[in-house]
């Protein structure tokens, strides 16, 4: 290691303490005013005129005391159907069946086709 590359290191880990050292004090003040924070959101809970801020302060709370539900996200997986072959040297015949194919495919597939050839143009 050179002699820049060493001084260089040096501050980025006393950078590196410095900012875990900061952010333990301030979580250890944060934590002397927990009391008043949940008092504060049952105030805004039960008084406010605000649905919005009522609902908010709720789930504060509840994510406070119960802790957050656990994201999933239900996405199903499918891999894009395939297009099929068009050739300079198909058949009418063979040209009608890809044309009947890529109509019969439901609407979601191929909007799902044109991002994916939209994206596929935008990385060449």
């Known amino acids: 290691m050179t002699q820049l590359s060493k001084r260089t290191h040096r501050s980025r880990t006393?950078?590196?303490?410095?900012?875990?050292?900061?952010?333990?004090?301030?979580?250890?003040?944060?934590?002397?005013?927990?009391?008043?924070?949940?008092?504060?959101?049952?105030?805004?809970?039960?008084?406010?005129?605000?649905?919005?801020?009522?609902?908010?302060?709720?789930n504060m709370l509840l994510d406070r005391g119960y802790?957050?539900?656990?994201?999933?996200?239900?996405?199903?997986?499918w891999d894009a159907p395939s297009l099929p072959e068009i050739r300079d040297d198909m058949s009418l015949k063979e040209l009608q069946a890809a044309y009947k194919e890529l109509r019969n495919m439901p609407a979601a597939a191929i909007q799902l086709l044109r991002q994916t050839l939209i994206r596929e143009e935008g990385h060449h």
């Open 14 to 58: 006393k950078r590196q303490k410095k900012s875990a050292t900061d952010r333990a004090s301030l979580k250890f003040l944060a934590q002397k005013h927990v009391s008043v924070a949940i008092a504060g959101l049952v105030r805004i809970m039960r008084t406010s005129n605000s649905d919005s801020l009522r609902v908010s302060a709720i």
């Open 67 to 77: 802790g957050r539900p656990p994201q999933s996200l239900d996405v199903a997986v």
